[in-house]
């Protein structure tokens, strides 16, 4: 059996917790509540699916991938989180998350983007709900992301441009905290992954879960395992999630970048070690003094060097277990896809469809559900670079 939600701490066995200045605890405590009372209202979670419905496009379809297993050797099903509004998981938690600001009263959101695929949901949910918002992003991915950028602005949200540290997402989770602590009467951080402190993982595992609660209800059996990229987790834990107790293997891909034993990858859980990183205790990249390291993927989303502590509970329980699939992998998963399935996934995606390359020998016989994070126009550029 798998723990329904965090302990009076906030904790995933020993993981999770609030590690957070002072000033953030009266607000923390705020959003647990209004969270828990807005999950139980009927009304709340009917507006939540609705907006799903007409404007997100779901339920996402359940594709039989004929074409992908032929040549893998093993039934492949695809959950279609890149044909949701935005073309990614991430405006599930968006939505979610702006209509439980508005429910507080807060007309303002921040958040933070690596990709800027979070940051073009959170945008897009602003709009949508008439929310001021203002998105955090490190400079080098405004540079890698230019696209997403200009998504952003057309859609009436301010970019800040983070400039600390190597210029990406952790660096934007960093700034985005610094302003919510400044603002925070007026102001909700909509947190893109299932990581911070708590009760964030949480609350975005519940608005994400709906991917996995939709798939269950599209199978006509259940498959002998799950697969999802992890960066934070926040696809693989909303797919994963209603599949955990129902005995089967859940498998999460995260990024080997140049290789797990270089200084270059995004393997927090397989080559990380328990610390705290942005207000929760989980698997982190970090080095002997306990300094964050920077992470490394060639997709900006899988780019962050630590995970949500709900995996990390999972890993060391053996409920899911922890893969890597490496850059030049991963721009093979992507051609993979395309040719068989006329899907271009995005490049976070894309570890996903290339571990299942890797495991085919284990898999013979087997029906793998796969989660499609996202697609993968953003990464068109990234991709000829190395092609
Ligand atoms: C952001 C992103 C991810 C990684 O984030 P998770 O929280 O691990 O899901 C994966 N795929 C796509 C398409 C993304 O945009």
């Given at each position: ?178 302003n919510w602590v400044e603002t925070v009467e007026t102001t909700h951080y909509i947190i893109g992954s299932v990581v911070g402190p708590h009760p964030f993982p949480w609350i975005v595992r519940e608005f994400q879960r ?157 029906t793998v559900l796969v989660n499609v994070s996202g697609r993968g126009d953003k990464d068109v550029d990234t991709i000829l670079e190395h092609l």
């Amino acid at each position: 059996m798998t723990l329904q939600r965090p302990d009076a701490r906030g904790r995933f066995g020993t993981y999770g917790g609030v590690f957070a200045p002072e000033t953030l605890m009266p607000a923390l405590d705020e959003l647990e509540r209004a969270f828990e009372e807005a999950w139980a209202d009927d009304g709340f979670v009917g507006r939540f699916h609705e907006i799903l419905s007409t404007y997100v496009g779901r339920p996402t379809p359940l594709h039989e991938a004929a074409r992908l297993s032929e040549h893998l050797g093993f039934r492949v099903l695809l959950k279609r989180e890149d044909l949701a509004h935005t073309g990614a998981h991430k405006i599930n938690n968006a939505i979610g998350q702006a209509l439980l600001a508005q429910r507080m009263g807060k007309p303002r959101i921040i958040a933070e983007t690596g990709a800027g695929q979070h940051g073009v949901a959170t945008a897009t949910a602003a709009a949508y709900l008439g929310l001021e918002c203002v998105v955090y992003m490190g400079a080098k991915d405004m540079e890698r992301q230019r696209l997403n950028v200009e998504r952003m602005r057309l859609l009436g949200t301010a970019v800040e441009p983070v400039t600390t540290g190597a210029s990406t997402l952790k660096d934007a989770v960093s700034a985005a905290f610094r302003n919510w602590v400044e603002t925070v009467e007026t102001t909700h951080y909509i947190i893109g992954s299932v990581v911070g402190p708590h009760p964030f993982p949480w609350i975005v595992r519940e608005f994400q879960r709906v991917i996995g609660d939709e798939a269950l209800a599209q199978l006509d059996e259940l498959p002998d395992l799950v697969v999802a990229c992890v960066g934070g987790g926040s696809n693989a834990m909303g797919i994963f999630h209603p599949f955990a107790d129902k005995g089967l293997e859940l498998v999460g891909v995260e990024a080997a970048g140049l290789g797990v034993d270089t200084e270059h990858h995004g393997a927090s859980i397989g080559a990380g070690s328990p610390g705290v990183l942005h207000g929760s205790q989980t698997y982190m990249l970090q080095d002997d003094d306990g300094q964050v390291e920077e992470a490394y993927s060639i997709s900006a989303g899988l780019d962050y060097p630590g995970v949500g502590p709900e995996h990390a509970y999972f890993a060391d329980l053996g409920i899911a277990r922890y893969e890597s699939v490496t850059d030049a992998e991963a721009i093979e998963g992507v051609k993979l896809l395309c040719r068989t399935e006329g899907i271009l996934p995005a490049l976070e995606t894309a570890h996903a469809i290339a571990w299942l390359e890797k495991a085919k020998s284990d898999l013979a016989g087997k029906t793998v559900l796969v989660n499609v994070s996202g697609r993968g126009d953003k990464d068109v550029d990234t991709i000829l670079e190395h092609l």
